[in-house]
């Protein structure tokens, strides 16, 4: 219901604004609604504050960016349908999310040990394959304007992850990504699928086990609060990508598009540079907690769990694409 009335609010929305002349952008702010599903303090929401910032700044108060975090509007089942019906005009959903809206390839990110290094992961999203997988939103009603980086994750249980045999039978809480599915079958855990904001109740309340997650989204979100165990395996990335509703971004004045592209630019340079910073930092106040003991794996271990996750790069190539994991895999080798 809440859903439906926003969208019959944004169709109002947009009848009215159809029925401006350019005239009006002179006389009213245009409004960009940014909803994202984390806390304002994580790297993706302090990023969305800045780009709020220069945005304003850069068009001198002719466009006005209206942030709500932490699934105020929309969960994450809900905010890509919001964008493609215009109730939103900007979300910075994880890559995971696109794999169930068709555009499959992007769920190569969710492979695990797939970035051996940040540097490599940079290379891809800022390169030709980063342009090209953000091209294929188009045909979907959106259009891709940069990644944003969150980090590599780590797990949490009631026991300790040391081994992958410790994950047998364990209701472990993934993104709605086939890929992740596989991973935590690969290790013999039980994969359940929930929305970020129902994280904590679920592990308050024992639906699930244990979680996947950046450091960052783990403590925002007091995840750590209801888990005895972190361990830092770094098996899988999350990231974003900042979108916009592709109708709406084409319709807009081009010198005010060309200045929001700026911002963006700089937003995605800062919210790059926080990223690491704010992880190792909420992994030491997890540790300063006491109650939550984290785990560093050794080499032997580490080694085991990729020989573990590894074979589920093949088992996905047909859905992902082989030449898409190929080229991936290559650039990690240069």
Not at 67 to 86: F, H, I, R, T
Not at 170 to 182: F, G, N, P, T, Y
């Amino acid at each position: 219901m809440k859903l439906r009335l926003a969208l019959a609010a944004a169709v109002v929305a947009v009848a009215f604004s159809a029925a401006l002349s350019g005239h009006a952008y002179a006389q009213a702010p245009i409004v960009i609604k940014f909803s994202h599903v984390v806390a304002r303090d994580t790297p993706k929401g302090q990023a969305a504050e800045r780009f709020k910032l220069l945005a304003e700044q850069a068009t001198k108060g002719r466009v006005k960016v209206e942030v709500y975090p932490n699934s105020q509007l929309y969960k994450d089942k809900e905010e890509l349908e919001a964008l493609q019906l215009g109730a939103v005009q900007m979300l910075a959903p994880s890559l995971a999310k696109f794999g169930p809206l068709g555009v499959k390839e992007f769920e190569a990110f969710d492979l695990p040990y797939i970035f051996p290094s940040k540097a490599m992961l940079n290379s891809v999203t800022e390169g030709p394959i980063g342009r090209s997988l953000l091209k294929k939103l188009e045909s979907k009603g959106i259009t891709g304007l940069a990644f944003w980086d969150n980090g590599f994750k780590v797990m949490s249980a009631n026991k300790p992850l040391r081994k992958p045999a410790d994950f047998k039978d364990l209701r472990m809480r993934i993104q709605s990504s086939k890929v992740l599915d596989a991973q935590m079958r690969a290790l013999g855990a039980n994969p359940q699928v929930l929305a970020f904001s129902d994280v904590y109740q679920a592990l308050q309340s024992g639906v699930v086990e244990g979680t996947e997650n950046t450091p960052s989204n783990m403590y925002t979100q007091k995840m750590h609060e209801m888990q005895k165990y972190v361990t830092v395996s770094n098996h899988g990335y999350l990231g974003y990508a900042v979108i916009v509703n592709k109708k709406f971004w084409d319709g807009l004045p081009t010198e005010i598009r060309r200045a929001l592209d700026n911002a963006m630019q700089e937003a995605t340079a800062y919210e790059k540079a926080i990223a690491q910073r704010d992880n190792d930092a909420a992994l030491e106040a997890i540790r300063k907690t006491g109650k939550t003991q984290v785990i560093t794996l050794t080499p032997q271990e580490q080694a085991e769990w990729r020989a573990a996750m590894v074979p589920v790069q093949r088992a996905m190539e047909s859905r992902i694409g082989k030449d898409l994991i190929a080229s991936m895999n290559k650039q990690a080798a240069k």
